[in-house]
């Protein structure tokens, strides 16, 4: 059974950093492909980044392009996602999931797996 954890949300002031981590285990994770989304109050789901397990390859939305990094460690068998220059609108619960699906995967509906979610608040 896969099981996915987020952690490392918090409270943040606008203009600083978060890293997120997500700590996958039940499977060999080499053939997945992993995903960040977010959503805030009364809004949908959204795609935020993107990597292929095997290769590192990363895909990005445009929201957070050149201000999010998403990696993996093999020998921890955990996603990150580093968040710089963070924005009020980033304020969202952030969720890792993972698929077998092509990459890049960004529709969320199509990622089978996912964690419980971790809150980030970013304050003006």
């Known amino acids: 059974q896969v099981q996915l954890v987020e952690s490392g949300g918090g409270l943040v002031q606008a203009g600083g950093s978060l890293r997120l981590s997500c700590a996958a285990s039940g499977r060999t994770f080499s053939s997945y492909v992993m995903g960040w989304f977010r959503q805030a109050p009364g809004k949908e789901r959204e795609f935020v980044a993107t990597?292929?397990?095997?290769?590192?390859?990363?895909h990005y939305a445009d929201s957070v392009k050149d201000r999010f990094t998403i990696s993996r460690d093999n020998t921890k068998n955990t996603l990150y996602l580093q968040m710089n220059s963070l924005k009020p609108d980033d304020t969202a619960v952030y969720y890792c999931?993972?698929?077998?699906?092509?990459?890049?995967?960004?529709?969320?509906?199509?990622?089978?797996?996912w964690g419980q979610g971790t809150q980030v608040t970013v304050s003006s």
């Open positions: 999931a993972a698929t077998v699906n092509t990459f890049p995967t960004i529709t969320a509906r199509t990622y089978r797996y």
């Open positions: 990597i292929r397990w095997n290769d590192r390859r990363t």
